[in-house]
């Protein structure tokens, strides 16, 4: 079911068992052949493609295209929501949908930038909720949930983890609006690098990659997409069912 397309009655009349999805993803550069909403258009065909499969067991909010994009904002087009912002409006549609009653939500997300604000806000609303039982609340990003390695999708992937406008998102991309990429024989390499791991570092996009995107899209291709995509939302599609299945009380799931 598509939040969007209900009326209220509707909504009001679903068990609050019902899984919500609510995708957030970002509009932010990807490089000089990408568009800038591509993260918004992958995540959107994902989550799309989850919802076909659960029909009216599972209720699938707008995408929230407005991301934590700040280490792209010397590059034209992008737009962000600054970090402190952005934890107030993830949170805000959370806190909605429990004041409405609902106890199994997924924040399903598609851009890098979101994860670390992701996680920081179902942290902290369970701590405000601490007094609800039965309630879920999650987030998670859709290339983590893959069930096999996303690199064995197909035979002539390069890559082997999720870059910026890479082989992968370009393949997926080259996929579902292939009308959107540039020439990928002008795009060189960037390669993926040690920024002092295992340590997290601070960066802005310039500090890695003055042209904007990193790892290889010159090997993208619109059937490694295909594959991609499949992987992607087989993954995405088994943690929902997992939601379903949950008993309402268990640590487990």
Request: net charge negative; with cysteine; glycine share 10%.
């Given at each position: 079911?598509?939040?969007?397309?209900?009326k209220w009655?509707?909504?009001?009349?679903l068990s609050?068992?019902t899984?919500?999805?609510?995708p957030?993803?970002?509009?932010?550069q990807h490089?000089?052949h990408?568009?800038?909403?591509t993260d918004?258009?992958?995540?959107?065909?994902?989550?799309?493609?989850?919802?076909?499969q659960?029909?009216?067991?599972v209720?699938?909010a707008p995408?929230?295209?407005?991301?934590?994009s700040?280490h792209?904002?010397?590059f034209?087009?992008?737009m962000?929501?600054?970090?402190?912002?952005?934890?107030?409006?993830?949170?805000g549609?959370?806190?909605?949908?429990?004041?409405h009653?609902?106890?199994?939500?997924?924040?399903l997300?598609?851009?890098g930038?979101?994860?670390?604000?992701?996680?920081q806000?179902?942290?902290?609303l369970?701590?405000?909720?601490?007094?609800?039982?039965?309630?879920?609340?999650?987030?998670?990003?859709?290339?983590d949930?893959?069930?096999t390695a996303p690199?064995?999708?197909?035979a002539?992937?390069?890559?082997?983890r999720?870059g910026?406008?890479?082989?992968?998102?370009?393949?997926?991309?080259?996929?579902?609006?292939?009308?959107?990429?540039?020439?990928?024989a002008?795009?060189p390499p960037?390669?993926?690098?040690?920024?002092?791991?295992?340590?997290t570092?601070?960066?802005?996009m310039?500090?890695?990659?003055?042209p904007?995107h990193?790892g290889?899209a010159?090997h993208?291709?619109?059937?490694?997409?295909?594959a991609?995509?499949?992987v992607?939302t087989?993954?995405?599609?088994?943690?929902v069912?997992?939601?379903?299945q949950w008993?309402?009380?268990s640590?487990e799931?």
């Amino acid at each position: 079911m598509k939040l969007a397309e209900l009326k209220w009655p509707d909504v009001q009349a679903l068990s609050r068992d019902t899984p919500v999805i609510f995708p957030v993803a970002a509009l932010e550069q990807h490089g000089r052949h990408m568009p800038l909403f591509t993260d918004s258009l992958l995540l959107g065909e994902i989550a799309g493609r989850v919802e076909a499969q659960f029909s009216t067991r599972v209720l699938l909010a707008p995408l929230q295209w407005l991301g934590n994009s700040q280490h792209h904002l010397d590059f034209a087009g992008t737009m962000s929501a600054a970090p402190r912002t952005y934890l107030d409006l993830l949170a805000g549609q959370f806190e909605n949908f429990i004041a409405h009653g609902f106890r199994r939500l997924l924040m399903l997300n598609g851009h890098g930038g979101n994860d670390v604000p992701g996680k920081q806000v179902v942290y902290e609303l369970r701590q405000q909720h601490r007094a609800q039982p039965g309630l879920l609340l999650l987030f998670a990003t859709y290339w983590d949930l893959a069930l096999t390695a996303p690199a064995a999708a197909h035979a002539g992937l390069q890559q082997t983890r999720m870059g910026h406008a890479c082989e992968w998102e370009t393949s997926m991309l080259l996929q579902i609006a292939p009308q959107l990429v540039g020439d990928l024989a002008a795009v060189p390499p960037v390669e993926f690098g040690n920024a002092f791991e295992p340590a997290t570092r601070g960066w802005v996009m310039p500090d890695r990659s003055p042209p904007g995107h990193i790892g290889d899209a010159r090997h993208a291709t619109a059937e490694k997409g295909a594959a991609l995509l499949q992987v992607f939302t087989a993954g995405a599609a088994s943690l929902v069912q997992r939601m379903l299945q949950w008993d309402g009380s268990s640590w487990e799931g």
